[in-house]
DNA sequence: GATAAAAAACAGACGTGACTGATTAAAACA
DNA sequence: TGTTTTAATCAGTCACGTCTGTTTTTTATC
């Protein structure tokens, strides 16, 4: 928004004055304003992901975004790619937060099938989300980018751990039914994204309503599975 | 601003009619030699857009990649939206083009089953290709680029058409289907879009097969629906 | 039909604006 | 006062678009 300094809102000393303050040897109170300067700078990274796309991010803005002059900013990151790198991790686990808060928000007294279904539609919230988007955007740019490609590759199988952990605790009504979930999870998260990444197209609401009841029948059907007479119909074949 | 697909017409109109060239060429040579260098030019930008990236694809790199000056470039395209516009039309063709080969490429002498198998195969092997891997970077590129989303709102519907047209015509066998002809296809592109679009999972293949195999099994169900004990099972909910 | 004029296609250099990183000056703090 | 943090300015790079000049093809005139 508007440029202005409005001078890094002075946070309060509390009296820190003589410099004594025992009471927090380790983290001094200009380490703290350094900390919030950081953040505020990832933060406005991450907005500026959001609202410009990654390719048209500059430096400038991000630190015009933020508040602070360009050579502030430069002294927390010496160069845009160590900016990029730690917006990028800052973005990895705000996305992590994201999912696992969507998907622990879903009532206790939710259970079964209503459960399974609570959790694609928190999953679908997750994926259409300012995050998740800026995430795939970065996804798709590390095609040509080796830099980011490297960062990105790890942050990729964490979370990709990370929701099979949070989904076997949440779900736990899966645990015996072994590679059954994987394929369920593994359903769930490649439909819902190609949902997701397709934007453009018509009768959006519509078709991604149909395709989603559509999913949750199948779920059920996988889960259900070694109990009916479609055993085996699908685990092998070429 | 619209540079309308056939420049050749651009014939000046000889209005002194001295007679003799009343059967004048249609096509003139300069005519001719503008169109192939104007083609040479659309093909090395879509070689770009594959080996740089969307956003790192510059003027000069196209010209270079043609085999031409900036100044011969700048000639035929005045400037560099009129050249994205025209290449992203050109790339829409070739996809048109590449899905139709593939589909039609489908052995006659497969029916049923097979036939529908074969589809989803050779589905795939359109969406791992070079062409819809570039257009799946323009689709992400084009939401903080209005200009580019205005070209692809389009071209985006028609291709949609064309794929169900022409589904329509070699799998003639959902004719009596209704609306479960819709949700098959819609089934199969989302979730093979988005196995194409996650390109840094783990154990990527046997992912793909078994989702795969999953996905020919669905369909098979869905085709048969009407003669299963399964009807209505997801027809309506919500 | 030959030749000159006109138009189109092609080629390269220049100026402008934007972005990045470095350097220098000011301010806040201990 | 001395150090850390913030602000402002500078130089280098890159990409785009305009400009001018050159070659090739078409049209007009004799």
Redesign the interface.
Same mark, same amino acid.
């Given at each position: 928004m508007s440029r202005t300094k409005m001078a890094p809102t002075k946070l309060k000393k509390t009296a820190a004055g003589t410099g004594a303050e025992t009471g927090s040897p380790d983290i001094s109170w200009q380490a703290q304003k350094s900390a919030m300067t950081r953040d505020r700078i990832l933060d406005a990274a991450i907005n500026c992901f959001v609202?410009?796309?990654y *390719? @048209?991010v500059t430096t400038a803005r991000v630190a015009d975004s933020a508040g602070v002059s360009r050579g502030a900013m430069l002294h927390h990151f010496p160069s845009k790619p160590e900016l990029i790198q730690a917006a990028v991790e800052y973005l990895h686990n705000k996305l992590l937060e994201d999912y696992t808060a969507r998907v622990t928000a879903i009532p206790t007294k939710l259970k079964g099938k209503a459960r399974r279904r609570a959790g694609i539609d928190a999953y679908w919230a997750h994926l259409t989300g300012d995050l998740f988007?800026v995430y795939?955007?970065l +996804?798709? %740019?590390? $095609? *040509? #980018?080796p830099e980011l490609?490297r960062i990105? %590759?790890s942050s !990729? !199988?964490l979370f990709?751990q990370h929701v099979r952990e949070t989904n076997e605790s949440l779900f736990s009504e899966w645990q015996d039914r072994g590679d059954r979930f994987l394929?369920a999870m #593994?359903?769930t998260?490649?439909? =819902?994204?190609? =949902?997701a %990444? /397709?934007? +453009? =197209? *018509?009768d959006r609401t519509a078709?991604v309503? $149909?395709?989603t009841?559509?999913l %949750? #029948? &199948?779920l059920e059907e996988i889960f259900l599975e070694g109990d009916s007479s479609a055993v085996g &119909? @699908?685990t092998?074949? /070429?």
């Open positions: 609202e410009l796309g *390719t @048209h988007v795939h955007e +996804l798709v %740019a590390s $095609r *040509t #980018d490609e990105l %590759a !990729q !199988q990709e394929l #593994d359903v998260k490649f439909l =819902m994204e190609g =949902m %990444a /397709s934007r +453009l =197209m *018509t078709r309503n $149909r395709l009841n559509y %949750a #029948d &199948r &119909r @699908h092998k074949r /070429s």
